[in-house]
C-alpha cells in the first residue's frame, strides 16, 4: 500500500512540475500568416488554421490555410487550404468545438478592402478527424447582425464628448453618425477569439467592428444555426472581446485597446447572459492596441495569453489569476520581454486548454527571416515559476 501510494505521489509531482515545449507549425517564409485559432479535436489530434497570403484586407490572394497535429506521430502535417474565394481576402478565422462535439469554422470575406467591409461565414462539420486534408462541411451560412439599440448606446457614451470641439468631438460625432446609418452598423463585424458556450447551451461568439472600434458578441440559442446580436460593447477603441464566465454567471469580456493612451486592456461585464454590457473601461493591463485571449481553466484559475507592454509586439506573456481576474498573481514569458525592444512580433495569441489539462497556445511569430505560426504547450506550474 505504501509503495502504490509513493507510486502516485511520484506520478503526481511529475505532472505538477512546470512543462514546456513549442515549435514553429511550418518553416518561417515570406508570406504573410496571421491570427490562427486552435481546437483540440476528441480524438486528441490538433487543428489549426489561420490567414495566409502577401496582405491583409487589401490583398486579394489572401486565404485560409490549416494543419493538423497528429497524436500518434507527434507531428505537423502539410499546411492545407481550409477556405478560398478567389480575388476577395480572407482573414481572421475562428475553430471551436461545441458540446455536441461540432467542429465550427468561422471567418470573414472582406469584401471591398476595408474592414468595415467585412462579411462573417460559418461551416459546421460533424466529419472532421481525417489525418490531413479539410473536414467536410455540411452546413454552411453568413452571420449578419442587427446590433441592438446601438444608437442609443454609442449616444450615452459618446454623446457629451460630441458637443465639444477639436478632434476627439470630431470623432464621437461621426461615431454617433454610423450608429444611425443601418448599413454601417450592420456591417462589418467579425471575429477574432474562441467562442464560448454557456449552461443553457447559449453559445456566444466575440466579434468587432474597426468601423466602430466596438465589441459585440453573435448570440445562437438554436446550437448554431441562428444568430442574433447583443447590444455593443462601446468604448473608446475596445475590440476584439475574449469572453469568461464567473462562478456567479457574470460574463467578463478583456478586449484590444484600440484608442488613446494609456494603452490598457478594457473591460466590460454582462449579467444577462450577453445581451447587454457595461461601457467599456482600462483595467491595468498593458496592451499596445494588440488581441489578447483569456480562458476559464479545468480548476477554475483564469490565464490570459496578451502583449505585457504599451507599445509594439516584441514581448507575449500568459498570466495566471485565481481570483477571476481580481488579481494576476503569476506571470511568465512565452516569448521576447519588456526590456529588450526588438522587431521581432510575437502576438495575436489563441489559447486552450487539452483533455490532458496542458495549455496550448499558437500565436503569429514574425522576425526579420520571415513568418509563421508558432505552437507551445506547458502546464500552469510553468507559468507559475516564473521567467
Known amino acids: 500500500m505504501r509503495c502504490a501510494l509513493a507510486f502516485l505521489f ?25 491570427s490562427s485559432s486552435i481546437v483540440e479535436l476528441p480524438n486528441g489530434d490538433f487543428l489549426v488554421c489561420w490567414f495566409h497570403g502577401s496582405g491583409e484586407r487589401e490583398a486579394d490572394d489572401v486565404l485560409i490555410r490549416a494543419a493538423r497535429w497528429n497524436k500518434s506521430t507527434g507531428k505537423w502535417t502539410e499546411p492545407f487550404t481550409l477556405a478560398d474565394t478567389p480575388g476577395f481576402p480572407e482573414t481572421n478565422p475562428v475553430l471551436f468545438i461545441d458540446s455536441r462535439q461540432r467542429l465550427f469554422f468561422f471567418w470573414p470575406l472582406i469584401i471591398a478592402h476595408q474592414w468595415e467591409t467585412a462579411l462573417m461565414k460559418y461551416r459546421i462539420s460533424t466529419d472532421y478527424q481525417q489525418p490531413t486534408g479539410p473536414p467536410r462541411w455540411e452546413h454552411q451560412d453568413n452571420i449578419v447582425l442587427i446590433p441592438k439599440n446601438i444608437a442609443e448606446r454609442t449616444q450615452e457614451v459618446f454623446g457629451k464628448a460630441a458637443q465639444g470641439t477639436g478632434r ?18 450592420r456591417m462589418g463585424w467579425f471575429t477574432r477569439t474562441h467562442p464560448l458556450e454557456l449552461p443553457s447551451g447559449r453559445i456566444l461568439l466575440p466579434m468587432y467592428s474597426d468601423g466602430f472600434s466596438f465589441g459585440i458578441m453573435a448570440i445562437s440559442d438554436d446550437h448554431g444555426y441562428n444568430w442574433t446580436a447583443s447590444e455593443p460593447i462601446v468604448g473608446w477603441g475596445s475590440i476584439q472581446p475574449s469572453v469568461l464566465r464567473k462562478n456567479d454567471g457574470t460574463l467578463v469580456a478583456y478586449l484590444r485597446d484600440n484608442g488613446p493612451p494609456p494603452k490598457r486592456a478594457h473591460i466590460s461585464f454582462s449579467k444577462d447572459d ?8 482600462d483595467t491595468d493591463i498593458p496592451n499596445p492596441g494588440v488581441s489578447l485571449e483569456a480562458i476559464r481553466l479545468g480548476n477554475g484559475d483564469w490565464i490570459m495569453v496578451f502583449n505585457d507592454i504599451e507599445s509594439g509586439r516584441y514581448s507575449l506573456a500568459a498570466a495566471i489569476s485565481d481570483d477571476e481576474g481580481a488579481t494576476w498573481k503569476w506571470k511568465r514569458h512565452l516569448d521576447g520581454d519588456p526590456s529588450h525592444q526588438s522587431r521581432n512580433q510575437y502576438h495575436y495569441p489563441s489559447v486552450l486548454q487539452a483533455k490532458d489539462g496542458s495549455i496550448h497556445v499558437t500565436y503569429s511569430y514574425f522576425v526579420p527571416e520571415g513568418k509563421s505560426i508558432k505552437h507551445v504547450r506547458f502546464n500552469e506550474d510553468w507559468v507559475k515559476a516564473g521567467d
Open 274 to 281: 450577453g445581451v447587454t454590457w457595461t461601457p467599456a473601461r
Open 10 to 34: 511520484i506520478v503526481a509531482s511529475a505532472l505538477a512540475a512546470p512543462q514546456y515545449s513549442g515549435e514553429l507549425i511550418f518553416p518561417l517564409e515570406h508570406w504573410h500568416n496571421h
Open 168 to 185: 476627439e468631438a470630431e470623432h464621437a460625432a461621426r461615431v454617433i453618425e454610423h450608429s444611425k446609418d443601418m448599413y454601417f452598423s
